[in-house]
C-alpha cells in the first residue's frame, strides 16, 4: 500500500476531497472521545482524563494555528503542503519500528 495524504493533492478539486475524508473521521474522534473515555476509565481518574484529552486538542489547535499563520505569506505550493505534512510528525514518531509484527 502506497502512503498517501494531503501533500500528495495536485489539485483544489483532490485537496478538497481528501480533506472531507479525512476530516469526519477526525470530527467523531473528537466528538466521541470525551464521552468514551468518560464511561471507560475509573471513576477516580475520569475528570483527569476529561481535561486531558480536551487540553490535547487544545494546544494541538494552537500549534496548528501557529503553523498555519507562519506560513500564510509563502506564495508557493509548501504554503498548503508543509503544514499538511507536519502533521504526521506525531504519529510517525510514535509507531513501532516494525507494525507488521502486531498483525500476526
Known amino acids: 500500500m502506497e502512503f498517501a495524504d494531503n501533500t500528495q493533492a495536485d489539485s483544489l478539486e483532490v485537496l478538497v476531497i481528501g480533506q472531507a475524508f479525512e476530516g469526519v ?3 467523531f ?3 466521541n472521545s470525551p464521552a468514551y473515555a468518560s464511561e471507560i476509565v ?3 481518574l475520569r475528570s483527569a482524563c476529561a481535561a486531558s484529552l ?3 486538542w487544545a494546544i494541538g489547535s494552537i500549534i496548528v494555528a501557529g503553523i498555519s499563520y507562519s506560513y500564510n505569506q509563502r506564495d508557493d505550493q509548501w504554503s498548503w503542503r508543509m ?3 507536519l502533521q504526521w510528525i506525531f504519529p510517525v514518531s510514535v509507531q513501532p519500528a516494525q507494525p507488521h509484527v502486531y498483525l500476526c
Open 42 to 44: 475509573p471513576l477516580a
Open 29 to 31: 474522534f473528537i466528538a
Open 25 to 27: 473521521p477526525w470530527g
Open 83 to 85: 503544514p499538511a505534512a
Open 54 to 56: 480536551q487540553m490535547s
